[in-house]
């Protein structure tokens, strides 16, 4: 073999072996990268489980959905600050935070996102009082008094009020005028308003999924008996 020949072999090899590093290098990397996401995945089921504040029915329940839903709920978001009958009751008693002191919180669990928090009218004396909805399942199992994922997944994509609580007053179906929204007003009666539905319609369908698992696995509260609010538990 001359000394050209010996080169080219050389280099050819020493070029291959250095594919199969990077090669390999690379595929642990990848590898190591995944591992993260799982870890950073399974930490947030973790702490789901660990900060729900009512004891949850995982029967027929995926478990790691519901872990995620927990976390989603009470940790990256504060569902149950809108979806419960309001701040004097949101806390279990000598449980409020906000008090001398500084205790540690702890959740009404009577009140967990059952709805029935007054937000007051959009515009005083123009417009009805907004009151937040109750999110725990009925009888059927189904969060939201019975709404299916489907119905779930349209209103935190779209905000659209599916209980047609607080329609557009010139709706010609409108029997009760004092529960919509003038037409002089710019208020959109086919849509959820105070809700921050355009900030939660950038979640994933998985992330939407995981909420609505968690839901359908707390507690049924009756809830205030007014309209859509009753929630039928028996």
Request: glycine letters at 12%.
């Amino acid at each position: 073999m001359n000394v050209n020949r010996l080169i080219i072999t050389l280099t050819t090899g020493g070029a291959f072996a250095a594919v199969v590093v990077l090669g390999f290098l690379s595929g642990t990397s990848r590898v190591q990268a995944d591992d993260g996401e799982g870890d950073a995945k399974q930490s947030r089921i973790r702490r789901g489980f660990e900060i729900a504040p009512v004891p949850l029915n995982l029967q027929g329940k995926n478990r790691e959905l519901v872990g995620l839903g927990s976390y989603l709920v009470n940790a990256a978001g504060d569902c149950n600050g809108c979806h419960s009958a309001g701040p004097a009751t949101e806390y279990a008693r000598g449980g409020n935070p906000y008090f001398k002191g500084n205790p540690p919180p702890v959740i009404n669990q009577a009140t967990y996102l059952g709805g029935g928090r007054d937000f007051g009218p959009l515009v005083p004396g123009a417009t009805p009082h907004i009151i937040s909805r109750n999110l725990t399942p009925d009888k059927t199992g189904r969060p939201e008094g019975g709404r299916t994922f489907e119905e779930f997944r349209q209103t935190m994509r779209t905000g659209a009020d599916l209980d047609h609580l607080h329609p557009n007053c010139s709706d010609p179906k409108i029997l009760a005028s004092s529960s919509c929204f003038p037409a002089a007003l710019p208020f959109n009666g086919d849509l959820l308003q105070i809700m921050p539905w355009p900030v939660y319609q950038n979640m994933t369908d998985h992330e939407l999924r995981a909420i609505y698992e968690y839901l359908s696995a707390v507690p049924c509260i009756t809830g205030p008996p007014t309209g859509v609010l009753h929630n039928d538990c028996s």
